[in-house]
Nanobody, 122 residues
Framework: QVEESGGGSAQTGGSLRLSCAVSGRNFNRYAIGWFRQVRGNEREFVAAISWSGDGTIYGDSVKGRFTIFKENAKNVAYLQMNTLKPEDTATYHC?????????????????WGQGTEVTVSS
């Protein structure tokens, strides 16, 4: 089971931290990805982190503003979002894959959360 939390509203330039809790005993063998989607648009890759947490990749639109990290002991991954912009408004989904390094390709992910809403106002 994958469950996101931490969404909400923020103003331009503000910050939010999203959490992704994953049930199961092999969290240290999961890579985590964050994707976002605006209704009517395709899902967009945001960030991914490897099993161990030492490898990360980011979508171009969030590089330098968002940070993904994970705490294997707690079975939780996070997405720290800083310098938010109105175009970051979306539903954010966490996904889990056994592919070591994570991936920007959503078809490689096995389990998905229901999503958490983020709204950024100008």
């Amino acid at each position: 089971q994958v469950e996101e939390s931490g969404g909400g509203s923020a103003q331009t330039g503000g910050s939010l931290r999203l959490s992704c809790a994953v049930s199961g005993r092999n969290f240290n063998r999961y890579a985590i990805g964050w994707f976002r989607q605006v209704r009517g648009n395709e899902r967009e890759f945001v960030a991914a982190i490897s099993w161990s947490g030492d490898g990360t990749i980011y979508g171009d639109s969030v590089k330098g503003r968002f940070t993904i990290f994970k705490e294997n002991a707690k079975n939780v991954a996070y997405l720290q979002m800083n310098t938010l912009k109105p175009e970051d408004t979306a539903t954010y989904h966490c996904a889990v894959t056994s592919y070591y390094s994570g991936s920007p390709y959503e078809n490689l992910y096995d389990y998905w959360g229901q999503g958490t809403e983020v709204t950024v106002s100008s």
